[in-house]
């Protein structure tokens, strides 16, 4: 845990109760003299280290040491166009991606997308607020939703789109925008909106999966 989100964090002095005090007090075993860091939610960026001065059995007291200025965020920013897929296997993944830095999902409803699939963003933030307060990063990823892949290519003209049929990706190359398929990969239509778009692909003969190919591809292009 590089830090925990806690609502009163700036306060001069604040007291730790329910479930951050069980998780910091009782698994993580911190006790009286260590230091703690907090952001809140509305001013991520704001670092505040506090002392515990005080613990009894349901509540910690803790005291502001110092508070700074420190954004942890990815160096690259990197935009994927997801192709809809079952929500459950989206959330296998977000906390990797999260890790790895990536800065915005726009999920697209696509020809081959399953239609009653629906997404819970609430769920989506909250696990990205368990990730990072693991990773420590201070910044949020953001979420989008698209009709169509035409709509997508539309308003980012520059995507690049990993597909079997593209050339082989390199380290050097620098996308920042990128289309990934759902299951079941483009249906014909979809691809002859490709004609001004680079396709790539990986090394590797597999069949990727939607969620591994969006990790691998993350991992390729942010670390």
Not at 68 to 88: F, T
Not at 143 to 160: G, H, I, M, R, W
Request: charged share 30%; net charge positive.
């Amino acid at each position: 845990m590089v830090f925990t989100f806690y609502n009163d964090a700036g306060l001069g002095t604040i007291e730790l109760k329910g479930e951050s005090f069980k998780y910091l007090v009782k698994v993580r075993r911190h006790k009286v003299g260590d230091s703690l860091a907090f952001r809140q939610y509305k001013e991520r960026d704001i670092l505040y280290i506090y002392c515990i001065e005080s613990l009894d059995g349901r509540r910690a007291t803790l005291k502001l040491q110092e508070s700074r200025k420190e954004s942890i965020k990815s160096e690259k920013k990197l935009h994927i166009g997801w192709c809809l897929i079952d929500p459950k296997s989206i959330e296998k993944v977000l906390a990797q991606l999260n890790e790895s830095g990536v800065d915005k999902i726009t999920f697209i409803t696509c020809k081959r997308s399953q239609k009653n699939f629906r997404l819970d963003f609430e769920r989506f933030y909250r696990i990205l607020d368990a990730s990072s307060q693991q990773c420590g990063r201070s910044d949020m990823m953001q979420f989008a939703t698209c009709n169509s892949v035409e709509e997508f290519l539309q308003k980012y003209p520059d995507t690049a789109i990993f597909d079997f049929a593209g050339t082989p990706l390199s380290k050097t190359q620098d996308i920042a925008t990128v289309l990934i398929g759902c299951e079941g990969g483009f249906s014909q239509e979809e691809r002859q909106l490709f004609v001004t778009n680079r396709l790539f692909r990986f090394k590797t003969p597999m069949v990727l999966r939607s969620e591994t190919a969006v990790v691998a591809v993350s991992n390729k292009v942010l670390l």
